[in-house]
């Protein structure tokens, strides 16, 4: 909304017309995005669990599974949209850290990472390549080249993952699991209650009874007998001797007690002896739905299938009422649900961190023919043997030939927050360029750089993108930065390429913060981290690869 409000006040003010922003909707490298996402999401799928578990095996050493994690993610990303596989990675690093008695925090960051250095490497890895190449595209320009993403992306994914393998176990914090916090101290998080043989609940639904919009509770599981019964239905009916377990306010419990519902604090305690197998946890990601509404204005549990027991925030356990909650983006969930709930789920609104189902087949050749038929057609249209376009559509053929995905998957796709972000950004992109601010700014930079070494300019430019793209996304931060690296390179009589590089290069090093990239926001709720957690193994990670991509540019393009 931010995004596409100050493109419409360029539009009022005249600074640019409304084709401007329309121009976006027709941009090649912007629909290619789209394509990709739905390409990647096939090859996903058709992979599936048995390809990472023949690469992750169970007695690698810690230093061994982080390394060899980063270098087939970093791969992966390459030629794969980058969320995606994060969001199919974290259950199985999460499950590998846990079988082997080790913190996932410790693997989370250098999952993340990994994948936007590898996303470097090619001109498809990550959207601000394409954003970028389109945006010279349009103004007329020769489209940037294979070799100008790969050595340097080598480079940087070379020395970045060798930073991380040698110092993720020393700088990164040795969190305990949410999910592992919760059943040590399971009567902190929820509260048993047993139904008397006299209560004039028994016979009501849980509606009728009351039950469904407690103040400061939130029914999340009964037991009858040996059965469990998650994510109770408001119809359900009430019989004597049910168990009711609480979450939320647990002090609050007392209140419920004394109301004459006839309900008591069990002599002897089932909580522990129930196990809770079906206890889970998920994490909101960027773009959800889900953000900024509460639990009950969006209906979850009948929506899903699942009980909230508790949110994480930052690390910290959310003490507000847990109904009342307001979720937001990297708040991790801790769900008591249904076998259902993954089918129930969009991973574009809430990525289940649980691996669930039986491990699948190893990878075979006949069965993941689609995944090789895709990647092949993709490295086809990366080194330049056909169209990158045509390569992706054929892709995607493939995929719903061999009933990969679906008609009803592609549209899901068409992800429209980003759609409006990465139209209007360049939108805003023009009107820096119109109004004459870049060309302003690029004035006074050039009286300062007169005389001196390109050195000194690509510095600047580096610097100021990664401000930006801290504050904003790298989509967005390339887009706005593109009119000014145009106008500095027009000005110092120098080749653009290489300050196209930079920008590209500057707006994908968010490793300080989680907020820039989307991976990073995506493990920041699962690895229990902190926001200073970032930023003191992503600085020196920053000022490597920052030193890294300026010298080769300098000595590369000079």
Known sequence: MAFLGVAFLFILLQIIQIEDLLLGLANKQIILIFLLIILTSGIQQNLGKGFFFSVFQKNLSAFQFRLRMMLTVSSLSSVLNNTPVVAFMIPFVKNWAESNNY???KFLIPLSFATILGGMITLIGTSTNLVLNGLIIQSGLPSLLFSDFLYLGLIVAFFGIIYLTIFSEALLPNHTASKAKVLKDLHEYLVETRIRPDSPLIGKTIEEAGLRHLKELFL????????????????RLLQANDYLFFAGNTNAILNLINQKYGLELPEESHIQSNGFSSMTEAVI????VLAGSTLKQLNFRDRFKASVISV????????ENLGETQLKEGDLLLLLCAEDFEKLVSSKDLISLTKSGEIEGAFSFKKNLPSILGISVLLLGIFGAMDLFIAALIGIVF????????????????????????????????????????????????????????????????????GLTSLITNAAAVSIMFPIAYELGMQSGLPLTPFFVTIAFAASADFMTPIGYQTNLMVFGPGNYRFADYTKIGLPLTLIYGILVISFIHFYYF
């Open 285 to 288: 990601p960027s773009g959800s």
């Open 220 to 235: 999340v599981e009964l037991k009858r007998g040996d059965r469990v019964i998650p994510a109770v239905s408001s119809e």
């Open 312 to 319: 994480y925030r930052k690390g910290e356990k959310v003490k």
């Open 399 to 466: 995929m719903l030939l061999f009933r990969v995905i679906n008609l009803n998957q592609v549209r899901e796709a068409i992800d429209l927050d980003l759609l409006t972000i990465l139209v209007s950004a360049l939108a805003i992109g023009v009107a820096i360029q119109k109004s004459g601010t870049s060309g302003f700014l690029v004035e006074n930079l050039s009286l300062l750089l007169e005389g001196k070494s390109p050195l000194l300019g690509i510095s600047i430019l580096f610097i100021v993108t990664l």
């Open 103 to 105: 913190s996932a925090s």
